[in-house]
């Protein structure tokens, strides 16, 4: 069955950098997009950006842009986003989903907290 | 950037009535729009895709409809476990966007 599962929570302090890992299973991971989404306290769903595991292409939302990377290792199917320069605006629950064109983001990870606190 | 704005914020009804939850963009998406349900603490759940597909799984009370600008989620009567926010989301273009959220709450 496809499972996506992602990296524990963890706490950082301000102008750290965090990296959290989803690792895909059950499914051929280069034919399917790997979606970010996160959740702040309180607040809605924020969509963080894509990335192709077949060719890594990516796309990242402009608010992040200069601040996250997105990559994919193929050997391991697991999937990574690193957010840098956190301040207390990035604290939120990280969530990565398998992508398809044809039928969306279909299967979502558990959610990964990340704190940031000084 | 395509904008999506929903309404009402707070639909406030009870076990077995009608939900009807409007989304609206800014320029037409045509029918790149999926509706999520979201709990709290759990993962997004992709209830309908394309604007009108039910994703796998999903209970045929909800239905959704509209293309262009204008979107409606339909849960035809809601079941106890229906009360939770529900989002819609664009992908016509990068970047894609969510909507801010409407939370459907027992009156």
């Known amino acids: 069955q496809v499972q996506l599962v992602q990296s524990g929570a963890e706490v950082k302090k301000p102008g750290a950098s965090v990296k959290i890992s989803c690792k895909a299973s059950?499914?051929?991971?280069?034919?399917?997009?790997i979606t970010w989404v996160r959740q702040a306290p309180g607040q809605g769903l924020e969509w963080m950006g894509w990335?192709?595991?077949?060719?890594?292409?990516?796309y990242s939302a402009q608010k992040i842009k200069g601040r996250v990377t997105l990559t994919t290792d193929t050997s391991t199917t697991t999937a990574y986003m690193e957010l840098r320069s956190l301040t207390s605006d990035d604290t939120a629950l990280y969530f990565c989903?398998?992508?398809?064109?044809?039928?969306?983001?279909?299967?979502w990870g558990q959610g990964t907290l990340v704190t940031v606190s000084s | 950037e395509i904008v999506l704005t929903q309404s009402p914020a707070t639909l406030s009804l009870s076990p077995g009535e009608r939900a009807t939850l409007s989304c609206r963009a800014s320029q037409s998406v045509s029918t790149y729009l999926a509706w999520y349900q979201l709990k709290p603490g759990q993962a997004p759940r992709l209830l309908i895709y394309n604007a009108s597909n039910r994703a796998t799984g999903i209970p045929v009370r909800f239905s959704g409809s509209g293309s262009g600008t204008d979107f409606a989620l339909t849960i035809s009567s809601l079941e106890p476990e229906d009360f939770a926010v529900y989002y819609c989301q664009h992908r016509f273009n990068w970047p894609e966007a969510f909507g801010p959220g409407t939370k459907v709450e027992v009156k």
């Open positions: 989903a398998r992508d398809d064109s044809s039928t969306w983001t279909d299967y």
């Open positions: 990335i192709s595991p077949y060719n890594g292409y990516t």
């Open positions: 059950g499914y051929t991971f280069t034919k399917y997009g």
